[in-house]
């Protein structure tokens, strides 16, 4: 197939149902992966599945809560006895927070923590031990560049996001022996269906306008486009990007080095 080939590979991709996760899922499976989408949303689940399959490619949805252990050790259990090892894991299943820690409860930390910290850990506690049974894999986890740099009102999300940071450093050290690699993708705003229905809800009759607004927050002038995220992913979980292990790749139109 060329290069970035994941042909017979399989891939678990995180809350593959929509937005960023979908355009991974389609990606990864155009360049030969067979995908296991684990989401919540069984609807959206069966469209990205619906998408793959009529393309002739192979895909499967999991109803999965990321933040529930036993349930994700189930699937991943299968997944891998089903499919000869799992050979790259996508963490990518993550909700958002507005608010500064003055409007932040603890029910609010809570509920983030479980779905992008606890799930994030979940996940890659499943899996490596079947990447180290296959002496390789790839890990990709799906930060923020609310992780490094300081955003008005995000809290808790950045709090997350840090975390997801640090785990990628951690596990990258700890299992490099083992052949597997670890990475993580820090986007800023990226256009979604989330971004649509964040400015709808809090906005109003000014969509349009805050859209443009939010578009210039970053300096290349427009929101992010999933596929763009994809394609990065797809590098690094490819045999092309072999040597690169422990790293954060931001992508986020100059944002962090280019703002102020």
């Known amino acids: 197939m060329g290069k970035f080939s994941l042909e017979n590979k399989t891939a678990v991709v995180t809350g593959g149902g929509s937005g960023i996760g979908r355009s991974i899922c389609e990606t990864f499976a155009a360049m030969g992966a067979f995908i296991h989408i684990l989401d919540m949303n069984e609807v959206e689940g069966a469209k990205t599945v619906n998408a793959?399959?009529?393309?002739s490619q192979?895909?499967?949805?999991?109803?999965?809560d990321v933040s529930d252990g036993k349930e994700?050790?189930?699937?991943l259990e299968k997944v891998n006895a089903s499919n000869n090892g799992i050979d790259i894991l996508i963490n990518n299943a993550g909700i958002g927070f507005v608010g500064n820690v003055e409007g932040?409860?603890?029910?609010?930390?809570?509920?983030?923590?479980?779905?992008?910290?606890?799930?994030?850990?979940?996940?890659i506690k499943g899996v490596i031990p079947f990447m180290k049974a296959k002496q390789g894999g790839v890990i990709l986890n799906m930060a923020s560049i609310a992780a490094t740099v300081g955003i008005s009102d995000r809290f808790a999300y950045s709090m997350t996001k840090g975390a997801v940071l640090t785990m990628t450093y951690s596990i990258a050290k700890d299992y490099l022996e083992h052949n597997i690699r670890c990475n993580s993708i820090s986007p800023a705003r990226v256009h979604t269906t989330f971004v649509d229905g964040f400015i709808a809800k809090n906005?109003?009759?000014?969509e349009k306008e805050m859209f443009e607004t939010l578009s210039k927050t970053q300096p290349i002038g427009r929101m992010g486009k999933p596929e763009e995220i994809a394609n990065l992913a797809l590098y690094l979980c490819s045999d092309e990007a072999a040597f690169v292990t422990g790293t954060d790749f931001?992508?986020?139109?100059?944002?962090?080095?280019l703002n102020g």
Not at 72 to 75: E, N, P, R
Not at 203 to 206: A, E, Q, S
């Open 203 to 206: 906005y109003p009759g000014r």
């Open 250 to 257: 931001p992508i986020d139109g100059g944002f962090i080095k």
């Open 58 to 64: 192979i895909a499967h949805f999991h109803k999965c």
């Open 72 to 75: 994700v050790s189930a699937i």
């Open 104 to 123: 932040t409860t603890e029910a609010d930390m809570e509920r983030l923590y479980n779905v992008n910290v606890k799930g994030v850990f979940n996940c």
């Open 52 to 55: 793959i399959t009529q393309k």
